[in-house]
């Protein structure tokens, strides 16, 4: 052991790459998708380092284009997932004891392979398994990932740093420990840095992880795995479980090892993973720490003196980037009558240029949904406002599935503040609208405050500085990450905290401290350094 104090790197954003005409990332992403869409692969589970097949298969399929065949992967049962928590507790008993500093050296080792010789494969697994635009997936797959990589651990040696106080006499100090069994990693298709995330922030502070990917991302999930491989993470630290919710879920909420879950996900799912939490929790070794960010119905609320052609880039991007498949996506608007006849029109005249298409043409900035199901959900709530007498569809609205899952950037301007696409979570490329009165301005905050039972994002315009004081007051517990004059997406790690409330989940802040420490258990040493030899008190003594 060293016996010296070491300082980790300063963290820092990764810079991201333009991939503009004539750049040279530009070139080697290209070529990166052909190699890849070229070839056919068979992903196994990897558990305690070793590759396991379980012939139960499911084909890795392209949103964008039905007819590319990149192989399958191996799906996980009860048999799998009980294999993988043995070698997880296995592989804790070595992994807990290892000298911070090292565990430190693989997440910063892993940051620089990714943001260098690994950037054009993760960039161009989740262009083809998740059908993201190459900008887009600079800024999830690589530059938010290694930022997590960076940060959280320097956030965790300065949640150590922090230390109580010694008076004279004695020694306090306080041990930042891994949680004991192992955390249940549940990861989302929509974000690959979700996906590296939520089981290496656990790892990093001395913890073993069980990973189950979104099914529909397990082809992107699949090549962090082998990164983790490259940057030293030793096997059985991090157990790659893909497999439906119920046969990988089920075993591990009866697990009395179960010391956490980092969850990324629908509401739904996370309230009954929490409710099985408490049926078994009378069989459980610990107190399972539950860290969840789920469910959204992100809004822009703007004001009369709101800039329009701002608010325009604001909508467009903060409801289509991605398809509007963001956690944070905009979903609803509330927009003043006085400024409506403007931004309308400017509004649709720009979504109408938008080019929509494979994400390998670097022209398109919309591609497509990720799959049949959520194809057949969000084109439900389109035709539910085509054959609305509140609502009018003002751009886009058709739905083609015939070559892959293309829905148009798709705008609802409704007359009901509680329309059914302005109150549910829809979780696609659809903003609906609400014009309200400017003397009902008051009405219209409430109305943007308690519609929806979600708290993620939220986005409020003005350039009146006492409406953006009011606004931001009425619509304190709306959202856990706020935007003033701005689109309500795109946070950044070391920048702003991830996380929202009310049914968004626990708002635990991934990319911060606070996240960090949910996966740390302290012990608290007292050492006295010259121990009383007389157990009476002075006040014992007797009267003179």
């Known amino acids: 052991m060293s016996n010296t104090y070491f300082k980790v790197p300063t963290p820092y954003n990764e810079p991201i790459k333009s991939y503009a005409p004539g750049a040279p990332e530009r070139a080697e992403l290209q070529a990166k998708l052909k190699e890849l869409q070229s070839q056919k692969i068979e992903i196994p589970l990897i558990i305690g380092g070793k590759e396991i097949k379980t012939g139960n298969t499911a084909k890795l399929r392209v949103p964008h284009d039905h007819s590319i065949d990149l192989g399958v992967y191996h799906k996980a049962g009860e048999k799998e997932v009980n294999m993988a928590i043995e070698a997880a507790l296995e592989a804790r008993k070595s992994w807990s004891e290892m000298p911070w500093e090292h565990r430190v050296t693989i997440f910063q080792k892993a940051a620089d392979l990714l943001a260098g010789p690994w950037r054009a494969t993760l960039n161009a697994a989740t262009m083809i398994g998740q059908s993201k635009s190459a900008y887009?997936?600079?800024?999830?797959?690589?530059?938010?990932?290694?930022?997590?990589?960076?940060?959280?651990?320097?956030?965790?040696?300065?949640?150590?740093?922090?230390?109580?106080?010694?008076?004279?006499?004695?020694?306090?100090?306080?041990?930042?420990?891994?949680?004991?069994?192992?955390?249940?990693?549940?990861?989302?298709?929509n974000f690959t840095s979700i996906a590296g995330n939520l089981p290496t922030a656990p790892a990093m502070v001395g913890n073993v992880a069980l990973w189950k990917p979104a099914s529909s991302a397990v082809y992107s999930a699949y090549f962090l795995m082998k990164l983790f491989e490259e940057a030293g993470l030793p096997a059985g630290v991090i157990n790659f479980v893909p497999g439906s919710g119920g046969q990988v879920g089920n075993p591990v909420m009866a697990s009395e090892h179960l010391a956490g879950i980092h969850f990324t996900g629908s509401t739904e799912v996370f309230q009954s993973m929490w409710k099985s939490i408490g049926d078994n929790i009378h069989k459980m070794k610990y107190y399972p720490r539950i860290v969840g960010e789920t469910g959204g119905k992100d809004f822009i609320f703007a004001?009369?003196?709101?800039?329009?052609?701002?608010?325009?880039?604001?909508?467009?991007?903060?409801?289509?980037?991605?398809?509007?498949?963001?956690?944070?996506?905009?979903?609803?608007?509330?927009?003043?009558?006085?400024?409506?006849?403007?931004?309308?029109?400017?509004?649709?005249?720009?979504?109408?240029?938008?080019?929509?298409?494979?994400?390998?043409?670097?022209?398109?900035?919309?591609?497509?949904?990720?799959?049949?199901?959520?194809?057949?959900t969000i084109k439900t709530y389109i035709d539910h406002a085509k054959n609305s007498s509140e609502a009018e569809i003002i751009t886009g609205g058709n739905c083609d599935d015939s070559k892959g899952n293309f829905i148009e950037p798709t705008t609802i301007v409704t007359t009901n503040p509680k329309f059914k696409s302005i109150e549910e979570e829809i979780f696609g490329p659809v903003l609906t609208i609400y014009v309200y009165d400017d003397d009902k301005f008051d009405e219209a905050l409430e109305l943007c405050d308690t519609t929806s039972p979600y708290a993620l994002t939220g986005a409020i315009w003005a350039q009146d500085r006492q409406a953006l004081v009011k606004m931001a007051d009425y619509l304190r517990n709306a959202a856990g990450n706020f935007y003033i004059n701005d689109k309500p997406t795109a946070a950044v790690v070391g920048q702003q905290p991830f996380g929202g409330g009310r049914a968004s989940g626990t708002n635990d802040k991934a990319g911060s401290a606070m996240n960090l420490l949910r996966w740390m258990t302290v012990r608290t040493i007292k050492e006295t350094f010259v121990p009383p030899e007389d157990w009476t008190y002075p006040f014992m003594g007797k009267e003179i």
Not at 305 to 322: D, N, P, T
């Open 303 to 376: 004001h009369n003196s709101a800039k329009i052609k701002a608010l325009v880039v604001a909508a467009i991007r903060g409801a289509f980037e991605y398809q509007g498949q963001k956690c944070s996506a905009a979903s609803r608007m509330y927009i003043p009558k006085s400024i409506w006849p403007e931004f309308k029109e400017l509004y649709t005249t720009e979504v109408a240029k938008i080019k929509m298409g494979e994400p390998d043409n670097f022209q398109n900035f919309f591609n497509a949904v990720i799959d049949k199901a959520a194809f057949e």
């Open 136 to 189: 887009q997936a600079e800024i999830d797959a690589v530059a938010e990932l290694a930022d997590f990589w960076r940060f959280n651990t320097a956030y965790m040696v300065d949640l150590m740093a922090d230390q109580p106080y010694s008076p004279p006499g004695m020694w306090n100090r306080l041990e930042y420990r891994a949680l004991e069994g192992f955390v249940f990693a549940v990861t989302p298709f």
